[in-house]
């Protein structure tokens, strides 16, 4: 699948994953499933990471909850969620697998590893647990 | 009886309960899903015995999280 995401959303999400580095920034994604097969990522959502941690992410469902209604509010849908790795690549860790149960949904991975240079990519991942497969998606930074 | 379901309102039977909805919506790895109704969740212990009523608003959530 193709998606496309705007400059802006993406500086959004570098602005606030390095206000929060070390820990890892996390939030979700809405906009629309084009009929011409493109993903148009319209609208970035800040969520806490109730972990607080570098090593994990956790997104309170009741905070989860309210953002999907306001998403709907808005006239989009929830298309997924977006994590920040502070010290690793922008690939989805074991753990990252383990916990994406939803098929239908796209995972971006906000890397910071390398400073001032940060890397975002986006990943289906599908399967049973144990044999979760990833595919990169094709991201577009309009 | 009308529901909205994920933002769309939808004709179901009268009496189907949460389990039932589930089914019949397709929803995947419904083991870890989370269900809300009217912005309250529900116990994943409770799908059978919930029956849904008219004009319910139902969610269906899966735990975000990861790691490193």
Redesign the interface.
């Known amino acids: 699948m193709k998606i496309t995401i705007l400059k802006s959303d993406h500086d959004k999400m570098y602005e606030h994953a390095l206000s929060v580095a070390p820990d890892?920034a996390?939030g979700?994604l809405a906009g629309i499933d084009r009929e011409d097969g493109i993903r148009e990522i319209k609208k970035v959502y800040i969520l806490e990471n109730i972990?607080h941690t570098?090593?994990?992410?956790?997104?309170d469902?009741?905070e989860?909850?309210k953002t999907?209604?306001q998403i709907?509010a808005e006239g989009l849908?929830p298309l997924g969620?977006w994590?920040s790795?502070?010290?690793?690549p922008s690939r989805?860790?074991?753990?990252?697998k383990r916990?994406?149960?939803?098929?239908?949904?796209s995972y971006l991975i906000l890397s910071l590893a390398e400073k001032g240079n940060p890397v975002l990519n986006a990943f289906h991942i599908e399967g049973e647990q144990g044999s979760r497969s990833v595919r990169k998606e094709e991201l577009s930074i309009i | 009886m009308i529901i909205t379901v994920a933002g769309n309102k939808k004709e179901y039977e009268d009496g189907i309960n949460v389990a039932t909805l589930i089914e019949q919506e397709n929803v995947e790895t419904p083991q870890y899903v989370t269900v809300s109704i009217n912005e309250e969740f529900i116990e994943s212990g409770s799908f059978d015995s919930h029956v849904l009523k008219e004009g319910d608003e139902v969610e269906f959530l899966y735990f975000m999280g990861g790691g490193k």
Do not use: M, W
């Open positions: 890892e996390c979700l972990d570098n090593e994990h992410f956790s997104i469902p009741k989860q909850l999907v209604k709907r849908v969620n994590h790795h502070p010290e690793s989805p860790s074991e753990e990252d916990l994406a149960n939803d098929s239908k949904a």
